[in-house]
């Protein structure tokens, strides 16, 4: 993870420039990101973070190259689904929602143990920091502090999804 570490840092220097000065991964090969993820930590603009609760996302890669993300929520004792539709643009990595209300862009990935992904919407600027496995490590923790710094966020605003439910 140290690598990787460095590979942002090298990423950051070299990536190609978007709205909002959000740097994204040159070439994101999304058939990669398929699978299941854990949101591990976010970080926000404005506003608050409503639950610190971890939750599971699914992502899905259609036969169109549109990505379909399933996210399972603790709700009580159950989990409740909530799917996002997101459609490619013509800049690799960066994707718009169905109502084009909302940009996700892929900051840096290795596609098998993390991915930083930034959500731009009318409401808000977000950085997501999501893993394959339930639990963080010092290392993931350490690249999203560094992104969340490069990327012009409050580093004291980062909250960690600490609490495991059943969605987890």
């Not at 929602?97 to 840096?108: D, G, H, K, N, P």
Request: with cysteine; hydrophobic share 40%.
């Amino acid at each position: 993870m140290k690598g990787a570490l460095w590979s942002l840092v090298a990423a950051f220097t070299i990536v190609l420039q978007v709205a909002a000065e959000i740097t994204v991964q040159p070439i994101v090969d999304i058939p990669k990101l398929a699978g299941r993820w854990r949101a591990h930590a976010v970080v926000v603009d404005r506003g608050e973070v409503k639950s610190t609760l971890r939750y599971r996302a699914y992502v899905e890669l259609k036969k169109n190259g549109d990505v379909f993300v399933t996210k399972m929520f603790p709700k009580g004792t159950n989990c409740e689904e909530s799917k996002v539709y997101l459609k490619p643009t013509d800049h690799s990595g960066i994707f718009q929602t169905a109502s084009q209300s909302s940009t996700l862009r892929v900051v840096i990935t290795d596609y098998y143990d993390y991915c930083i992904f930034h959500i731009e919407s009318p409401l808000r600027n977000e950085l997501h920091l999501y893993l394959r496995k339930r639990y963080i490590t010092n290392d993931a923790k350490d690249m999203f502090e560094t992104a969340t710094k490069m990327l012009g966020f409050d580093k004291d605003k980062i909250v960690y999804r600490t609490k495991t439910g059943k969605c987890s």
